[in-house]
């Protein structure tokens, strides 16, 4: 199949691609490079099966495709919430060029929706019946309000325009390839206890996530598209730690003698959240595989590789970034 992955030079969309092509697709890569590199997908680069295309999503593009992954939108809360406009453009503007492509090209279209459409959640384990407690107003509001109608677009356009569409709700992801400075927290503590510097819990470190291998995720991604229901499916690891247990876990694997040190907590901050997935096991066949223990030495070996400074030199500077691959951007939440 020919196989559109819009956000692929990013984290989860590079480790999709990896597996769309080893499957033997036709695979096009759609990217404006705010948070994803080409380091990403450098392997395939000569490989005639694939296709890179720089394009902002929030601009129309025609394309021949069979099946869309739209996982373009940054997702940590540090680069949505830099530019919050052209995160909700990204989300509402995007996601409508995206289905318009989808309904004139009669592809399926999966979207990246996330279990942050249920905001600071009242219902604990979250189920996909759930439907949230979102500050419309807040910092958060640019990246939750945006999934929220991203959603709404999907489900409208296949009401009124029959568009075959997929909707995956991604909660917590972690693995390889995460950007150092991302700001997101398994990427935080791990750079952190690396370069032996102290780990940053926010507020008391009482609040909890659960953690899914990236892998997990693709697989669950892959089997959404290519399944018979459209969803909303929560794809997540139900293993669910406070995230003073996850600096904790952190410092034991990598510096037992690293500091903790306690930080003021951003606003609207989800207090619990971990994924019911019944859905996805009776619809999918799908539940992790990877123990949160074995998906962070993965993830560990690979910080420790990208961040021994001479290889900064042969990886070269992002497109958006400084040569240590740290985006233009500030990375502190004060
Ligand atoms: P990421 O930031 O690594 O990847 C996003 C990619 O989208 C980047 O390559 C970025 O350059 C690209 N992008 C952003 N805006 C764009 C635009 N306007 N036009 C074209 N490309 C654009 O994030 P990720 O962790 O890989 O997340 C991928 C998707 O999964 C996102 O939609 C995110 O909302 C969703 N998601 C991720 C998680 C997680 O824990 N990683 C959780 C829930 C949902
Ligand atoms: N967090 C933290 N230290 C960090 C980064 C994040 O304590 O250095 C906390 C953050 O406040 C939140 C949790 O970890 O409670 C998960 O944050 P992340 O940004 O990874 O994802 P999200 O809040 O979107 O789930």
């Known amino acids: 199949m020919r196989i559109l992955v819009t ?11 990896d597996r769309l092509m080893n499957e033997g697709h036709d695979v096009l890569c759609l990217d404006n ?7 990403n997908v450098l392997q395939w680069l000569d490989n005639p099966y694939f296709e890179l295309i ?10 021949e495709v069979d099946q869309i992954y739209h996982l373009a939108c940054p997702a940590s809360p540090v680069h949505y919430q ?19 492509l989808a309904k004139r090209v009669k ?34 509001s640019c990246y939750d309000e945006g999934k929220r109608v991203a959603e709404t677009l999907c489900f409208d356009y296949h009401r009124q325009n029959n568009v075959d569409i997929r909707v995956a709700r991604i909660f917590n992801t972690y693995g390889p390839r995460m950007l150092e400075n991302d700001g997101r927290v398994v990427s935080n503590f791990v750079a952190q206890a690396l370069r032996g510097e102290a ?24 089997r959404l598209m290519n399944g018979g229901h459209m969803g909303p499916v929560n794809l997540g690891n139900p293993g669910e730690y406070t995230i003073l247990e996850l600096a904790q876990m952190i410092q034991h694997k990598i510096n037992p003698e690293a ?8 606003q609207d901050d989800p207090k619990r959240r971990r994924p019911d997935i019944s859905r996805a096991q009776e619809w999918l066949g799908w539940e ?20 021994v400074p001479e290889s900064f030199a042969s990886h070269g500077a992002s497109d958006h970034g400084a040569a240590d691959g740290t985006p233009r951007i500030p990375t502190t939440v004060s």
Do not use: W
Request: aromatic content about 8%; proline content about 5%; charged content about 25%.
């Open 7 to 17: 956000g692929g030079a990013g984290f989860i969309g590079s480790h999709l691609i």
């Open 33 to 39: 490079f705010y948070t994803g590199h080409k380091r």
């Open 54 to 63: 720089r394009h902002d999503i929030t601009e129309e593009i025609r394309l």
């Open 82 to 100: 830099y530019n919050p406009v052209k995160t909700i453009k990204t989300n509402v503007m995007g996601t409508l060029n995206m289905l318009g």
């Open 107 to 140: 592809a399926r279209i999966l979207l990246a929706s996330t279990s942050e459409v249920y905001g600071d959640p009242e219902v604990h384990p979250q189920s996909e019946e759930y439907r949230g407690n979102v500050n419309p107003i807040g910092i958060r």
């Open 199 to 222: 780990l940053t819990v926010y507020g008391d470190g009482s609040q909890t996530r659960s953690f899914c291998y990236v892998a997990d995720l693709v697989d669950g991604l892959i």
């Open 259 to 266: 500091e903790i040190q306690f930080k003021s907590l951003p």
């Open 288 to 307: 992790p595989k990877v123990p949160v223990q074995e998906g962070l030495d993965k993830m560990i070996a690979d910080f420790r590789s990208r961040l």
